[in-house]
């Protein structure tokens, strides 16, 4: 260290040298030091030389002053030279020039009293230190309370604060500070308000133990320990106060220019009141106790005012008006016993007179006899072994028992009001942690020191051990924590003194004793003292001049102490006489004072296991039990007890001048309580280690200038670091390296910023010369050319005079006329050149210009014709789009009503089915009779078989077509899919034409011309396809039409023959009474069934004959063998024992009907009838299948229609965003403009050409499944006519039943086969029932998606067609389906839902639909019941989800646009002037909703402020980081590392990530949201308006509140950051929201630290230009105001004082903190909705199926 001092001691560096005034002074070394001199030149800032003395051997050389970078630091220890004159300088600069009152000094927070009110201390301050780290803002008591209550929260540990200085410095103002910091940032968790009683608590205490010194207005006289509990939530829920040393000689005795307690004089300015007349109080001139000062008043201070305070918080704490009257009479009562006059009645004795006026008020108040109070204060008594005596006193002693009977009786009343504090402080329950706040005395030396600054001063020393023992701790977890080898280091240990003071045999004991001896004397106990330790301990000296005083070398200073009056004081005599008196008081209060069991002042309950104070000695005199020394000396071992159990943080108070001025700095009375505060000894220890540290970045982002490129070329910065500090210092015992941060010993810090402006210097050296370099070789360069041209026109004359004569004028005359023929020539013969070349160029030229100007005309009419021919395609495509559109709603609501009369249809055709399988059971019944008669048909067995075998083939061929139609169905899809394929390449390249668009906006406008002219000619091309799809469509809607009609009469025919068929269940009812006979008739038959069987071969026989000639016409005249040629192997397979084929059954079936004629000719004409019933009820199927298929193929298209249009919607998510691009070039080029909008109208062409593509594609397939259908049914009506065949020939041929029994069982195969069918047409049925339903779904989400599509067109300039509407605009929504409605479409409703973002406020329509439904039917229940319900589940669901900025977004739009509702369709005039005529007829009727409107107006207003809330959470943690410490502008570094040794607990390791961009990203995502939830405009600009109002609050509240942060650099960088927030403004279109109006101030505070700051001039711009800041904010700038480096001009407190001179005259108040919570009124502007309420759809995703649309 001392080989770097030699080094640094060279010419121009700066030392400290001893000063007698200022203590020490600056001066600059004139010559380099050389070792061994015995003389430093110097010259001082005066200018004056100076030969410093050096001493040669011991080499003491003055310290080195830190460079001008490093002053004015936030923590003293980061200052690189640590010593006395550093600190002074540094807090001197702080506290005068920049006006801070608070520097850290490591652990330390130094407050020195700026004897000023400062605006430093409000609401709006905790809440800017609340959360903030220890070392991120400036220094203040309020960053000391924040790290104590969060290492609390951290680590659930004790903690406590010591504040400690001398009288005046300010210990009570910051306790009282540090308690309301707790109370702010942690209310109570009950209803008592706890937090408030403990703040109460101060003003309470104040008055009756604070008192006006000649030092302070408001000295505590008396130490206090404030212990304020915490829950487990770290909330306030108690408190418990403990006292120490009360200065009682006060009530009896004040020096002069001081007072006695406030609250006697606060009585006094209160004795007119009505209530303390029985008081007989006065003016306090007139009482004794309270008038040796002789100034009973402050000056600023109203005494009544500050007694109507006192007796408020005496009520908040509880304590009632009966007990504060019996204080006051106490207090009064002690008023009126100083005045109580004692008379000398010789030298022995003394008396009062028994009617003393004041005796009697005294004896009065305090309800004793004054004849005993009388004698007690002339007589004592006096216990002997035998017997009791009672001897007089004298007048001296007298008033000593007097005043010693006032002190006790105040001490014991200050005991029982603080008593009572804790009582109602205290809480039930068991504590969690606590934090305690220690306001005690500092270290004490006057004039004359007596017992009580020998306690307060040995109080200071247990203190300043338990400091020591806790700095070394701190330091050796911090060298530990960074695998730093642990070196002892050497202190100052002060416990030798505290066994001087406390331990066996010390001076309190020796006290104590001596007070014990009755004949004790201070004589005596001086004497043992001297005895016992004079020339023994060093710290125990006898002063020479005075012989009754005696000297301690305390670890501050020196400090002399008068004995007289030790042993007085500490034995705090009262006479037992006087006690018994008092404890005869009918005053239960003063009576209680008296009790053998004296109350403590305060028991402090903690944790930690201690010992209740209790006295050292029991005395042999029962009129006092302890001395006040060994209390005392027990309460503070129990204090020391509690902080070392606790995490300590200390606050020392530093008083700045003992005149009481504003920011004036004494530096001799500060060095004095800094060395006895302890702050110069902790610089001592932390100069012995590494006080500067810093962090491996900020020493790379410092010292960077220094670093080589091969340093730099390493990827590892902490690698860098170890390297370049090898080669910058030598020593490595210099510096050390940690884990997170490099340590460097005092003086490297400033050795390191000489290099670095060493480096700068000579960088700015070589700059400077090669600039000075180049203007003078441009002098140089300009002055040789002229001197050039000067010589050559001299020259040129001096030649001419030489060789100028006659022959030579002679010569030249003749050369001149041979030269003008001859040039002459020349020229002509060029001219003639020119010419002939000239006339040649015209004529070519003008033909050229000829033909350009003909292709110029013919290109003009071609021009024409082609745009004439584009203008009409325009508008015919235009007219063709409108007109498509108009069809696909008429298609859609054509549609839904013929499905609704399907739906009917297929009801009744239900009907007719479950008839008909109810007369074919009966008819099966029937069948089953007959079942013997069929065992006679044996042959027709075989028959049937083959008919069954033709069955199964027909049915596997149906099978087989089934599945060629799936495999048309799949090749179908996969058409489609690639279709789709397409469509999404398609529409992926107009997307990327779109951005390209957008990209290159101001680029070439030809390109985009000819890109448009492409799209136009493709388009152009797929023109007429899309008009004959069209065509199509249309065609296929007249086919509908004509296929409704139909239906509707086939519908009048079956109710025809529903009527027959009833009529035919009748006669089958009277035929069935047949039967029996029939029975009969079978008996009979089975009789003749031999003669029969013969007759059966012979009808046979006929039947092949006849049969063969039925198939020869049906095949047209072919040949058996013809016949069996032309069939294949597998029809010949098929052929039967006869040898028939399956087309003979066929001629079979037609013979038979030749049969019908003869059998049962009674039943012909009903045979005709079922026939034509069956035929009937077969085309009645066929033609509802054939609709079924139809609207099965409609809807398959429809379907997909409807997923090409769901894609189109998720990809039309991002058109917000387009058109917001499109609204801000509309300004710059609206030809792009419109040529965007006509690409958007071609896309959408384009999706409606893909769209009839897959119509008529899915038109094709349904056509082909049609055809399968209809086969299918054709064979299905053959097996139902067979099957009816073959029961009227059993019905025949019923005498040959018998022998046909065989073919039963092949009937009841055929009846499985037919049930099987049936059963598969009931499949079908559900399926189309199915299909049907997800038509209705998918029409719904297509007209809502069409709804949509309509109102893009709109946005985009097109006019929508006026569609005349059938419903009325309202939901039909019943009393049983209201809670649905609320569940589905409030409380479960998502607001990310697809359908959600694409038609905003959705929701608050079908709401308004439902409350005009209710007004309509002129419900009052039903819509008081809807309008409460709905308040209720908006409510819900906003305080469920209190924290989601998506569902406060998406309710406060749709409740704001309920609003607008309410108001729109109210029927008052002012709200239907937008309206349109359909609107105005869809008014309320019924009804007044204005009260509703108010409550919902509320509701609205109670969302936008969770919605702000939320938003500001969100974004306040991104404001710091991103707008000030982030570095925007990168190359231009504005941060100052100045190794601030942080609080472990505090130190972030890591830097934050939050950026600006990060804001905008965030800002961003809020607009973007609240602009697809559909969020007014006007409400969207009053929310950003609200957060950027937030944004430049906090930013330039923590500028206020970081001095780091105001330079020059900050300032540009904040700028920069304001430029993009105002970029963001312009981009989003929101400039007329005001929000760039609330960064101004913090635009003008950027724009301050940049400019110049000098002159006058500078200061008059400043004044005018920062009108949005206060004097206050712009004079704190200017004050923290920090040059980053050496070249930056620190600014000059003249400058300041300019400035705040011409800012005196406004009255903008004194607040330098801007309020970040407040709030701007929100306002709901009407914005009528041009939306008609008939045209809206309800999404089937919002599942509201019971809601019926009217």
Same mark, same amino acid.
């Given at each position: 260290?001392?080989?770097?001092?030699?080094?640094?001691?060279?010419?121009?560096?700066?030392?400290?040298?001893?000063?007698?005034?200022e203590?020490?002074?600056?001066?600059?070394?004139?010559?380099d030091?050389?070792?061994?001199?015995?003389?430093?030149?110097l010259?001082?800032?005066?200018?004056?030389?100076?030969?410093?003395?050096?001493?040669?051997?011991?080499?003491?050389?003055?310290?080195?002053?830190?460079?001008?970078i490093l002053?004015?630091?936030?923590?003293?220890?980061?200052?690189?030279?640590?010593?006395?004159?550093?600190?002074?300088?540094n807090?001197?600069?702080?506290?005068?020039d920049?006006?801070?009152?608070?520097?850290?000094?490591?652990?330390?927070?130094?407050?020195?009293?700026?004897?000023?009110?400062i605006?430093?201390?409000?609401?709006?301050?905790?809440?800017?230190?609340?959360?903030?780290?220890?070392?991120?803002?400036?220094?203040?008591?309020?960053?000391?309370?924040?790290?104590?209550?969060?290492?609390?929260?951290?680590?659930?540990?004790?903690?406590?604060?010591?504040?400690?200085?001398?009288?005046?410095?300010?210990?009570?103002?910051?306790?009282?500070?540090?308690?309301?910091?707790?109370?702010?940032?942690?209310?109570?968790?009950?209803?008592?308000?706890?937090?408030?009683?403990?703040?109460?608590?101060?003003?309470?205490?104040?008055?009756?133990?604070?008192?006006?010194?000649?030092?302070?207005?408001?000295?505590?006289?008396?130490?206090k320990?404030?212990?304020?509990?915490?829950?487990?939530?770290?909330?306030?829920?108690?408190?418990?106060?403990?006292?120490?040393?009360?200065?009682?000689?006060?009530?009896?005795?004040?020096?002069?220019?001081?007072?006695?307690?406030?609250?006697?004089y606060?009585?006094?300015?209160?004795?007119?009141?009505?209530?303390?007349?029985?008081?007989?109080?006065?003016?306090?001139?007139?009482?004794?106790?309270?008038?040796?000062?002789?100034?009973?008043?402050?000056?600023?201070?109203?005494?009544?005012?500050?007694?109507t305070?006192?007796?408020?918080?005496?009520?908040?704490?509880? !304590?009632?008006?009966?007990?504060q009257?019996?204080i006051?009479?106490?207090?009064?009562?002690?008023?009126?016993?100083?005045?109580?006059?004692?008379?000398?009645v010789?030298?022995?004795?003394?008396?009062?007179?028994?009617?003393?006026?004041?005796?009697k008020?005294?004896?009065?108040?305090l309800?004793?006899?004054?004849?005993?109070?009388?004698?007690?204060?002339?007589?004592?008594?006096?216990a002997?072994?035998?017997?009791?005596?009672?001897?007089?006193?004298?007048?001296?002693?007298?008033?000593?028992a007097?005043?010693?009977?006032?002190?006790?009786?105040?001490?014991?009343?200050?005991?029982?009001?603080?008593?009572?504090?804790?009582?109602?402080?205290?809480?039930?329950?068991?504590?969690?942690?606590?934090?305690?706040?220690?306001?005690?005395?500092?270290?004490?030396?006057?004039?004359?020191?007596?017992?009580?600054?020998?306690?307060?001063?040995?109080?200071?020393?247990?203190?300043?051990?338990?400091?020591?023992?806790?700095?070394?701790?701190?330091e050796?977890?911090?060298?530990m924590?960074?695998?730093?080898?642990?070196?002892?280091?050497?202190?100052?240990?002060?416990?030798?003194?505290?066994?001087?003071?406390?331990a066996?045999?010390?001076?309190?004991?020796?006290?104590?004793?001596?007070?014990?001896?009755?004949?004790?004397?201070?004589?005596?106990?001086?004497?043992?003292l001297?005895?016992?330790?004079?020339?023994k301990?060093?710290?125990?000296?006898?002063p020479?001049?005075?012989?009754?005083?005696?000297?301690?070398?305390?670890?501050?200073?020196?400090v002399?102490?008068?004995?007289?009056?030790?042993?007085?004081?500490?034995?705090?005599?009262l006479?037992?006489?006087?006690?018994?008196?008092?404890?005869?008081?009918?005053?239960?209060?003063?009576?209680?004072?008296?009790?053998?069991?004296?109350?403590?002042?305060?028991?402090?309950?903690?944790?930690?296991?201690?010992?209740?104070?209790?006295?050292?000695?029991?005395?042999?005199?029962?009129q006092h039990?302890?001395?006040?020394g060994?209390?005392?000396?027990?309460?503070?071992?129990l204090?020391?007890?509690?902080?070392?159990?606790?995490?300590?943080?200390?606050?020392?108070?530093?008083?700045?001048n003992?005149?009481k001025?504003?920011?004036e700095?004494?530096?001799?009375?500060?060095?004095?309580?800094?060395?006895?505060?302890?702050?110069?000894?902790?610089?001592?220890?932390?100069?012995?280690?590494?006080?500067?540290?810093?962090?491996?970045?900020?020493?790379?982002?410092?010292?960077?200038?220094?670093?080589?490129?091969?340093?730099?070329?390493?990827?590892?910065k902490?690698?860098?670091?170890?390297e370049?500090?090898?080669?910058?210092?030598?020593?490595?015992?210099?510096?050390?390296?940690?884990?997170?941060k490099?340590?460097f010993?005092?003086?490297?810090?400033?050795?390191?910023?000489?290099?670095?402006a060493?480096k700068?210097?000579?960088?700015?050296?070589?700059i400077?010369?090669?600039?000075?370099?180049?203007?003078?070789?441009?002098?140089?360069?300009?002055?040789?050319?002229?001197?050039?041209?000067?010589?050559?026109?001299?020259?040129?004359?001096?030649?001419?005079?030489?060789?100028?004569?006659?022959?030579?004028?002679?010569?030249a005359?003749?050369?001149?006329?041979i030269?003008?023929?001859?040039r002459?020539?020349?020229?002509?013969?060029?001219y003639?050149l020119?010419?002939?070349?000239?006339?040649?160029?015209?004529?070519?030229?003008?033909?050229?210009?000829?033909?350009?100007?003909?292709?110029?005309?013919?290109?003009?009419?071609?021009?024409?014709?082609?745009?004439?021919?584009?203008?009409?395609?325009?508008?015919?495509?235009?007219?063709?789009?409108?007109?498509?559109?108009?069809?696909?709603?008429?298609?859609?609501?054509?549609?839904?009503?013929?499905?609704?009369?399907?739906?009917?249809?297929?009801?009744?055709?239900?009907?007719?089915?479950?008839?008909?399988?109810?007369?074919?059971?009966?008819?099966?019944?029937?069948?089953?009779k007959?079942?013997?008669?069929?065992?006679?048909?044996?042959?027709?067995?075989?028959?049937?078989?083959?008919?069954?075998?033709?069955?199964?083939?027909?049915?596997?061929q149906?099978?087989?077509?089934?599945?060629?139609?799936?495999?048309?169905?799949?090749?179908?899809?996969?058409?489609?899919?690639?279709?789709?394929?397409?469509?999404?390449?398609?529409?992926?390249?107009?997307?990327?034409?779109?951005?390209?668009?957008?990209?290159?906006?101001?680029?070439?406008?030809?390109?985009?011309?000819?890109q448009?002219?492409?799209?136009?000619?493709?388009?152009?091309?797929?023109?007429?396809n899309?008009?004959?799809?069209?065509?199509?469509?249309?065609?296929?809607?007249?086919?509908?039409?004509?296929?409704?009609?139909?239906?509707?009469?086939?519908?009048?025919?079956?109710?025809?023959?529903?009527?027959?068929?009833?009529?035919?269940?009748?006669?089958l009812?009277?035929?069935?009474?047949?039967?029996?006979?029939?029975r009969?008739?079978?008996?009979?038959l089975?009789?003749?069934s031999?003669?029969?069987?013969?007759?059966?071969?012979k009808?046979?026989?006929?039947?092949?004959?006849?049969?063969?000639?039925?198939?020869?016409?049906?095949?047209?005249?072919?040949?058996?063998?013809?016949?069996?040629?032309?069939?294949?192997?597998?029809?010949m397979?098929q052929?039967?024992?006869?040898?028939?084929?399956?087309?003979?059954?066929?001629?079979?079936?037609?013979?038979?009907?030749?049969?019908?004629?003869?059998?049962?000719?009674?039943?012909?004409?009903?045979?005709?009838?079922?026939?034509?019933?069956?035929?009937?009820?077969?085309? !009645?199927?066929?033609?509802?299948?054939?609709?079924?298929q139809?609207?099965?193929?409609?809807?398959?298209?429809?379907?997909?229609?409807?997923q090409?249009?769901?894609?189109?919607?998720k990809?039309?998510?991002v058109?917000?965003?387009f058109?917001?691009q499109?609204?801000?070039?509309?300004?710059?080029?609206?030809?792009?403009?419109?040529?965007?909008?006509?690409?958007?109208?071609?896309?959408?062409d384009?999706?409606e050409?893909?769209?009839?593509?897959?119509?008529?594609?899915?038109e094709?397939?349904?056509?082909?499944?049609?055809?399968?259908?209809?086969?299918k049914?054709?064979?299905?009506?053959?097996?139902?006519?067979?099957?009816?065949?073959?029961?009227?020939?059993?019905?025949?041929?019923?005498?040959?039943l018998?022998r046909?029994?065989?073919?039963?069982?092949?009937s009841?195969?055929?009846?499985?086969?037919?049930?099987?069918?049936?059963?598969?047409?009931?499949?079908?049925?559900?399926?189309?029932?199915?299909?049907?339903?997800?038509?209705?779904?998918?029409?719904?989400?297509?007209?809502? !998606?069409t709804?949509?599509?309509?109102?893009?067109?709109?946005?985009?300039?097109?006019?929508?067609?006026?569609?005349?509407?059938?419903?009325?605009?309202?939901?039909?929504c019943?009393s049983?389906?209201?809670?649905?409605?609320?569940?589905?479409?409030?409380?479960?409703?998502?607001?990310?839902?697809?359908?959600?973002?694409?038609?905003?406020?959705?929701?608050a329509n079908?709401?308004?639909?439902?409350?005009?439904?209710?007004?309509d039917?002129?419900?009052?229940?039903m819509?008081?019941?809807?309008?409460?319900?709905?308040?209720?589940?908006?409510?819900?669901?906003?305080?469920n989800?209190?924290?989601?900025?998506?569902?406060?977004?998406?309710?406060?739009?749709?409740?704001?646009?309920?609003?607008?509702?309410?108001?729109?369709?109210?029927?008052?005039?002012?709200?239907?002037?937008?309206?349109?005529?359909?609107?105005?007829?869809?008014?309320?009727?019924?009804?007044?909703?204005?009260?509703?409107?108010?409550?919902?107006?509320?509701?609205?207003?109670?969302?936008?402020?969770?919605?702000?809330?939320?938003?500001?959470?969100?974004?306040?943690?991104?404001?710091?980081?991103?707008?000030?410490?982030?570095?925007?502008?990168?190359g231009?570094?504005?941060?100052?590392?100045?190794?601030?040794?942080?609080?472990?607990?505090?130190?972030?390791?890591?830097?934050?990530?939050?950026?600006?961009?990060?804001?905008?990203?965030?800002?961003?995502?809020?607009?973007?949201?609240?602009?697809?939830?559909?969020m007014?405009?006007?409400?969207?600009?009053?929310?950003?308006k609200?957060?950027?109002?937030?944004?430049?609050?906090i930013?330039?509240?923590?500028?206020?509140?970081?001095?780091?942060?105001?330079?020059?650099?900050?300032?540009?960088?904040?700028?920069?950051?304001?430029?993009?927030?105002?970029?963001?403004?312009?981009?989003?279109?929101?400039?007329?929201?005001?929000?760039?109006?609330?960064?101004?101030?913090?635009?003008?505070?950027?724009?301050?630290?940049?400019?110049?700051?000098?002159?006058?001039?500078?200061?008059?711009?400043?004044?005018?230009?920062?009108?949005?800041?206060?004097?206050?904010?712009?004079?704190?700038?200017?004050?923290?105001?920090t040059p980053?480096?050496?070249?930056?001009?620190?600014l000059?407190?003249?400058?300041?004082?300019?400035?705040?001179?011409?800012?005196?005259?406004?009255?903008?108040?004194?607040?330098?903190?801007?309020?970040?919570?407040?709030?701007?009124?929100?306002?709901?502007?009407?914005?009528?909705?041009p939306?008609?309420?008939?045209?809206?759809?309800?999404p089937?995703?919002?599942?509201?199926?019971?809601?019926?649309?009217?």
């Amino acid at each position: 260290m001392e080989n770097m001092t030699l080094f640094t001691l060279l010419q121009y560096n700066s030392v400290w040298i001893p000063d007698p005034d200022e203590v020490w002074q600056s001066a600059e070394i004139t010559k380099d030091y050389k070792s061994g001199s015995d003389v430093l030149f110097l010259q001082l800032e005066d200018g004056t030389e100076l030969e410093y003395p050096v001493d040669p051997v011991k080499t003491l050389l003055p310290p080195l002053r830190n460079p001008d970078i490093l002053v004015g630091e936030n923590d003293l220890t980061a200052l690189s030279y640590l010593h006395e004159p550093a600190v002074l300088h540094n807090l001197k600069v702080r506290f005068v020039d920049s006006k801070l009152i608070y520097t850290y000094c490591g652990i330390i927070l130094v407050a020195i009293n700026p004897y000023k009110e400062i605006p430093i201390y409000g609401d709006a301050i905790i809440r800017a230190y609340s959360g903030q780290n220890m070392g991120d803002m400036d220094p203040h008591i309020f960053a000391v309370a924040e790290e104590a209550y969060k290492q609390m929260a951290r680590k659930n540990r004790n903690q406590s604060i010591i504040v400690s200085g001398e009288s005046g410095a300010g210990k009570t103002v910051s306790a009282r500070y540090a308690m309301r910091y707790f109370a702010t940032v942690s209310k109570s968790s009950s209803k008592a308000c706890v937090e408030d009683k403990v703040l109460a608590s101060n003003p309470i205490t104040e008055a009756i133990g604070n008192a006006k010194t000649t030092r302070n207005d408001n000295s505590s006289r008396f130490g206090k320990y404030t212990e304020i509990s915490f829950d487990n939530r770290y909330r306030i829920i108690g408190a418990n106060m403990r006292t120490y040393l009360l200065e009682k000689s006060r009530v009896v005795f004040q020096a002069e220019n001081e007072r006695n307690y406030h609250i006697f004089y606060q009585l006094c300015a209160s004795a007119d009141r009505p209530e303390f007349k029985h008081l007989k109080l006065d003016a306090a001139e007139n009482f004794n106790y309270v008038n040796f000062g002789g100034n009973s008043v402050i000056d600023g201070v109203d005494d009544r005012a500050d007694f109507t305070e006192t007796q408020k918080t005496l009520l908040l704490l509880g !304590l009632n008006e009966d007990f504060q009257m019996d204080i006051f009479t106490v207090l009064a009562g002690v008023l009126h016993l100083g005045n109580v006059e004692i008379r000398a009645v010789g030298d022995e004795k003394s008396s009062v007179k028994h009617d003393d006026n004041h005796l009697k008020i005294f004896s009065r108040l305090l309800e004793i006899k004054p004849e005993e109070m009388a004698h007690g204060l002339c007589h004592r008594k006096i216990a002997t072994t035998s017997d009791t005596v009672i001897k007089p006193m004298t007048k001296f002693q007298a008033i000593n028992a007097r005043d010693a009977l006032a002190k006790h009786i105040y001490a014991h009343l200050f005991s029982c009001i603080v008593d009572n504090i804790n009582l109602t402080l205290q809480f039930s329950g068991k504590k969690h942690t606590f934090i305690g706040v220690l306001d005690i005395y500092g270290f004490e030396t006057f004039d004359v020191n007596s017992f009580e600054q020998f306690c307060i001063n040995y109080a200071n020393e247990k203190l300043q051990q338990q400091f020591n023992l806790h700095v070394f701790k701190l330091e050796q977890d911090e060298y530990m924590k960074e695998d730093i080898p642990w070196a002892l280091i050497e202190f100052n240990d002060n416990q030798p003194c505290i066994d001087l003071i406390e331990a066996k045999m010390g001076i309190l004991q020796l006290l104590d004793e001596e007070c014990l001896l009755p004949q004790g004397t201070e004589e005596n106990w001086l004497q043992k003292l001297v005895n016992n330790y004079e020339n023994k301990n060093p710290l125990f000296e006898k002063p020479r001049m005075l012989s009754k005083a005696f000297i301690i070398l305390h670890f501050a200073d020196k400090v002399q102490y008068e004995c007289e009056g030790f042993l007085e004081k500490n034995r705090d005599t009262l006479y037992e006489e006087l006690i018994n008196v008092l404890k005869k008081s009918k005053l239960h209060l003063l009576a209680n004072f008296f009790q053998e069991n004296e109350p403590s002042t305060g028991n402090l309950k903690a944790h930690i296991k201690v010992r209740p104070a209790r006295p050292g000695f029991k005395s042999f005199n029962k009129q006092h039990r302890t001395t006040v020394g060994s209390k005392f000396r027990n309460s503070l071992h129990l204090l020391m007890e509690t902080l070392n159990a606790t995490t300590p943080h200390y606050v020392r108070c530093i008083k700045p001048n003992d005149s009481k001025l504003p920011f004036e700095y004494d530096s001799k009375r500060v060095v004095q309580q800094l060395r006895a505060c302890g702050v110069l000894e902790t610089i001592r220890i932390s100069a012995q280690s590494y006080p500067s540290r810093w962090t491996y970045f900020e020493f790379f982002s410092r010292y960077r200038i220094l670093m080589s490129e091969q340093e730099l070329a390493i990827s590892d910065k902490k690698q860098i670091c170890k390297e370049v500090l090898k080669h910058l210092i030598q020593d490595p015992n210099q510096y050390e390296f940690g884990k997170t941060k490099i340590f460097f010993r005092a003086g490297q810090v400033a050795y390191l910023e000489k290099l670095r402006a060493d480096k700068l210097r000579t960088a700015s050296v070589t700059i400077q010369k090669n600039l000075r370099c180049w203007i003078q070789r441009k002098k140089f360069l300009e002055m040789k050319r002229a001197a050039i041209i000067i010589q050559q026109y001299v020259r040129g004359q001096r030649t001419i005079r030489h060789v100028l004569n006659a022959t030579t004028l002679k010569q030249a005359w003749a050369a001149v006329i041979i030269q003008k023929h001859w040039r002459r020539v020349l020229v002509w013969r060029l001219y003639q050149l020119i010419l002939v070349a000239t006339i040649t160029i015209q004529s070519h030229a003008r033909g050229w210009q000829a033909r350009r100007q003909y292709k110029k005309m013919l290109k003009d009419q071609k021009a024409l014709v082609i745009q004439k021919h584009v203008r009409a395609w325009l508008v015919r495509r235009r007219y063709q789009s409108i007109r498509r559109f108009v069809l696909n709603i008429q298609l859609s609501f054509r549609v839904k009503q013929l499905h609704k009369k399907l739906d009917e249809q297929s009801k009744e055709n239900k009907g007719l089915l479950e008839r008909l399988t109810h007369l074919s059971t009966i008819h099966s019944a029937d069948v089953s009779k007959y079942h013997k008669l069929e065992d006679e048909l044996q042959k027709t067995v075989k028959q049937r078989k083959i008919i069954e075998e033709q069955v199964k083939k027909s049915k596997g061929q149906t099978e087989q077509t089934l599945s060629d139609f799936r495999k048309q169905t799949l090749s179908l899809q996969a058409q489609n899919q690639k279709l789709e394929k397409q469509h999404q390449e398609q529409t992926q390249e107009m997307k990327g034409k779109m951005e390209e668009i957008t990209q290159q906006h101001l680029g070439d406008l030809e390109r985009e011309e000819r890109q448009r002219r492409k799209l136009e000619n493709n388009f152009q091309s797929q023109k007429e396809n899309y008009e004959k799809q069209i065509k199509a469509l249309i065609d296929e809607v007249t086919h509908l039409q004509k296929e409704r009609i139909q239906l509707q009469d086939q519908v009048q025919e079956e109710c025809l023959v529903n009527d027959g068929l009833r009529k035919d269940v009748a006669e089958l009812a009277n035929e069935a009474l047949v039967i029996p006979k029939l029975r009969g008739d079978i008996a009979t038959l089975e009789m003749k069934s031999q003669d029969l069987e013969m007759c059966l071969q012979k009808q046979r026989k006929e039947m092949r004959e006849k049969v063969e000639e039925i198939t020869k016409q049906l095949l047209g005249g072919l040949e058996g063998e013809e016949l069996r040629k032309r069939l294949s192997p597998e029809d010949m397979e098929q052929l039967n024992e006869d040898g028939e084929l399956w087309l003979a059954y066929e001629g079979l079936k037609r013979a038979t009907r030749v049969m019908e004629t003869h059998i049962q000719s009674q039943k012909e004409s009903y045979e005709k009838e079922i026939d034509e019933l069956s035929l009937r009820i077969d085309q !009645l199927c066929e033609d509802t299948t054939h609709l079924h298929q139809k609207f099965q193929a409609e809807n398959s298209t429809n379907e997909n229609v409807r997923q090409e249009l769901t894609r189109l919607a998720k990809e039309n998510l991002v058109i917000p965003e387009f058109k917001l691009q499109i609204l801000e070039l509309q300004k710059q080029k609206q030809d792009i403009e419109s040529h965007l909008k006509g690409q958007v109208v071609e896309m959408k062409d384009k999706m409606e050409e893909v769209t009839d593509q897959l119509q008529g594609n899915l038109e094709e397939e349904g056509v082909q499944r049609r055809l399968l259908e209809t086969q299918k049914a054709n064979c299905a009506k053959e097996n139902v006519e067979l099957l009816s065949k073959v029961r009227k020939l059993e019905s025949e041929n019923h005498l040959l039943l018998n022998r046909t029994q065989t073919d039963s069982a092949d009937s009841n195969r055929m009846q499985q086969e037919a049930s099987q069918l049936t059963v598969e047409n009931w499949d079908l049925v559900e399926r189309l029932e199915q299909k049907e339903n997800q038509i209705r779904k998918l029409q719904s989400q297509i007209k809502s !998606l069409t709804k949509a599509i309509g109102k893009g067109n709109q946005t985009n300039g097109k006019v929508s067609p006026v569609v005349k509407k059938e419903y009325l605009g309202m939901l039909e929504c019943k009393s049983e389906d209201e809670e649905k409605l609320i569940k589905n479409l409030v409380l479960d409703l998502k607001p990310r839902g697809v359908v959600v973002n694409m038609i905003p406020v959705l929701p608050a329509n079908i709401l308004f639909m439902c409350v005009r439904y209710a007004d309509d039917i002129n419900d009052a229940e039903m819509l008081k019941s809807l309008m409460n319900s709905l308040l209720g589940g908006i409510k819900k669901v906003t305080k469920n989800h209190n924290e989601d900025f998506e569902i406060l977004s998406f309710w406060l739009s749709n409740s704001v646009h309920f609003l607008n509702c309410l108001k729109q369709y109210s029927g008052e005039e002012e709200f239907m002037k937008h309206n349109t005529p359909q609107q105005n007829n869809q008014c309320l009727r019924n009804f007044d909703l204005s009260e509703y409107r108010q409550i919902l107006s509320d509701l609205a207003i109670h969302i936008y402020q969770q919605l702000i809330q939320v938003m500001e959470d969100d974004l306040q943690p991104m404001i710091v980081p991103g707008m000030l410490e982030h570095e925007s502008l990168q190359g231009i570094s504005s941060m100052k590392p100045t190794g601030l040794r942080k609080r472990s607990s505090s130190y972030r390791e890591e830097i934050s990530k939050y950026t600006i961009s990060s804001i905008l990203q965030q800002l961003s995502y809020y607009f973007t949201t609240m602009c697809q939830h559909g969020m007014d405009t006007d409400l969207s600009k009053q929310s950003v308006k609200q957060l950027f109002f937030l944004i430049g609050a906090i930013t330039l509240n923590n500028l206020f509140l970081r001095k780091d942060m105001c330079s020059c650099r900050k300032g540009m960088q904040i700028r920069c950051n304001i430029s993009y927030l105002e970029e963001w403004l312009k981009e989003k279109n929101m400039q007329s929201s005001n929000a760039k109006e609330t960064l101004e101030p913090l635009s003008q505070a950027a724009w301050l630290l940049q400019v110049n700051k000098t002159t006058d001039d500078d200061a008059k711009e400043i004044c005018e230009r920062c009108s949005s800041l206060s004097a206050v904010q712009i004079i704190k700038i200017l004050n923290s105001y920090t040059p980053i480096d050496d070249f930056e001009k620190r600014l000059a407190p003249s400058f300041v004082r300019k400035v705040q001179s011409q800012l005196n005259s406004r009255g903008d108040g004194s607040t330098l903190i801007i309020d970040a919570k407040y709030h701007f009124q929100v306002t709901f502007p009407f914005t009528p909705s041009p939306q008609a309420l008939e045209a809206i759809q309800i999404p089937s995703s919002f599942k509201l199926n019971f809601l019926t649309r009217i």
